[in-house]
Every structure is written in structure tokens, then in C-alpha cells.
């Protein structure tokens, strides 16, 4: 496949075909890494809805990027990703796991 659909950091993101950006909102940490995070499954319904979608834990990539970064076959078939940017990434979901802990050490405090 060609290297146009290869995430390098600076470029444009292509045009979706709504005619829009052609970016999805992409979870830093997994949900299923968040569901088996200590005292997420003692969280009330409300709060685990709070800290699965807390803005903390998402950001926009481009479509072609999520999928490089949720598999590893994906990864393979469009080519290589930028090194650079996937250490950004180790290192952003290091800190937003850290930051989701201590959300959810949190929200139990408070819950009743």
C-alpha cells in the first residue's frame, strides 16, 4: 500500500468522504485496560460512564492511524508508523493511565 496512508506527524489529514476531516476520537486507554483498572467495577453506573468517556482519555487521530494503532495487522499492511510518534503515545497513555487511576480513586471516595 501506498506511504500516503502512513501516519508522520506535521501532515494533513485527508478528507473524509462526508467532506470532512477524516479523524475519529480514539480512546489513549483502551476501555477494556480502564474496565480492569482497581475499583473501576466498584464505581457506581453513572461514574464508570463518566470515567469511560472523560475527555482526559481521548484524542483525534486520523482514521488510518487508529487502526495502525488497534492492530498490529493493520499496523503491517499500511506500513511503518513514525517511531517518534509512537513513543509520544507510550508515554501520553503512561500519564493518562496514571491520571485515570486517580480518577477513579476519586469518584469512590465521593460515592455514597
Keep these: 500500500m501506498s506511504d500516503e496512508f502512513v501516519f508522520v506527524p506535521g501532515r494533513t489529514i485527508l478528507e473524509g468522504v462526508d467532506g ?8 489513549v486507554v483502551p476501555l477494556i485496560d480502564v474496565m480492569n483498572f482497581p475499583g473501576f467495577l466498584q464505581l457506581s453506573p ?7 468517556n472523560t475527555p482526559l482519555n481521548l484524542q483525534w487521530l486520523s482514521y488510518i492511524a ?3 494503532l488497534a492492530s498490529p495487522s493493520m499496523a503491517q499492511i499500511i506500513g511503518p508508523l513514525d517511531e517518534g510518534w509512537l513513543a509520544e503515545q507510550a508515554l501520553m497513555q503512561a500519564r493518562v493511565r496514571g491520571e485515570l487511576e486517580q480518577l477513579i480513586r476519586q469518584l469512590l471516595a465521593g460515592q455514597p
Excluded: K, R
Excluded at 453513572?46 to 469511560?52: G, H, K, L, Q, S
Design 66 to 68: 487508529a487502526a495502525a
Design 46 to 52: 453513572e461514574n464508570m460512564y463518566v470515567v469511560a
Design 20 to 27: 470532512g476531516p477524516a479523524v475519529v476520537a480514539n480512546h
